[in-house]
């Protein structure tokens, strides 16, 4: 279960902000509980598919399964790059979860 992805929809981007504070704040205690590990980070992807109001989507890394799952996100595939934002860590994130990927 190391390699499995956690994603959750948070609504529309009027109303994201609140549930992405509260990934934020969570995020910053998990990361320095377990000794803030590259490969942990939350990424945001916006997707409109045609709507008015894109929708908000995380995606939590494999090592951000305690946070994923006190967000009650659920298990996913791997996410493209291309579609994504780091959302919280460093720029370090990056080469550790997609070492093929070129930014």
């Not at 499995?4 to 509260?22: H, M, N, Q």
């Not at 894109?54 to 995606?59: G, N, Q, R, S």
């Not at 009650?72 to 460093?90: E, I, K, N, Q, T």
Request: glycine share 4%; hydrophobic share 45%.
């Amino acid at each position: 279960m190391m390699n499995v992805w956690f994603t959750k929809d948070l609504g529309d981007g009027l109303t994201a902000s609140e549930p992405l504070d509260r990934i934020e704040d969570l995020f910053r205690i998990e990361h320095i509980r377990a000794g803030r590990p590259r490969e942990m980070a939350v990424f945001i992807s916006h997707q409109s598919e045609g709507r008015l109001h894109c929708k908000v989507f995380a995606y939590f890394s494999p090592a951000s399964a305690a946070l994923a799952k006190a967000m009650d996100a659920v298990p996913c595939g791997r996410p493209s790059p291309d579609v994504l934002r780091l959302f919280a860590d460093a720029e370090e994130a990056w080469p550790a979860l997609f070492p093929k990927y070129d930014r």
